[in-house]
Structure formats: C-alpha cells, structure tokens
C-alpha cells in the first residue's frame, strides 16, 4: 500500500514513521515534531508518499508494520493509486 508518511531520519537513517490521511495533516504533525523533538543528533522530519506493509491492531485501525521501498529493496515502486492511511 502507499500512504503519506511522515519520517524522522537519525544520523540518515529513518528511525521511525507514522502514517496520515491528508499531507496537510502530516505536514501539521512535522511543524510540531520539529519544534518538539529533543534528540541531540542530526535530525530531519519529512513527509512523503512511501509504500509501507500495514498492519492492523486489535481496534481494526491500520497502522505501518514497515517500509518496503527502502535501499534493501529498490526494485519496489510505489504504485499509481494513493491509498491514505490513518495514523
């Protein structure tokens, strides 16, 4: 599935993602985390359209279980059709 994400990236590596509905709403919850993250290190927040596995918790809400279009797997393209997300 591709979904808006927001990524923070570590040192250049992503360290955690969380999945939106709009990229308004996503781009809202970057403003805050970057005026809120205290991590010390090299950091950047982003939000970009990425093809993640999804999962879902016990209240049906879906949630990112991973990232497949990552270094490991570049042959992965995000498909034409956007599917959003609930984060």
């Known amino acids: 599935m591709v979904c808006i994400t927001l990524l923070l990236y570590v040192n250049g590596v992503v360290e955690s993602h969380v999945g939106?509905?709009?990229?308004?709403?996503?781009?809202k919850a970057k403003k805050v985390s970057e005026r809120t993250y205290d991590g010390g290190k090299?950091?950047?927040f982003t939000c970009q359209k990425r093809l993640v596995e999804v999962g879902k918790d016990d209240k049906g809400?879906?949630?990112?279980?991973?990232l497949l279009d990552t270094e490991e797997n570049p042959r992965i393209k995000a498909k034409s059709v956007t599917e959003k997300l609930g984060g």
């Not at 939106?20 to 781009?27: A, E, R, S, T």
């Not at 809400?61 to 991973?66: D, E, T």
């Open 42 to 44: 090299p950091f950047r």
């Open 61 to 66: 809400n879906n949630y990112i279980i991973r």
């Open 20 to 27: 939106h509905h709009k990229m308004v709403d996503c781009l």
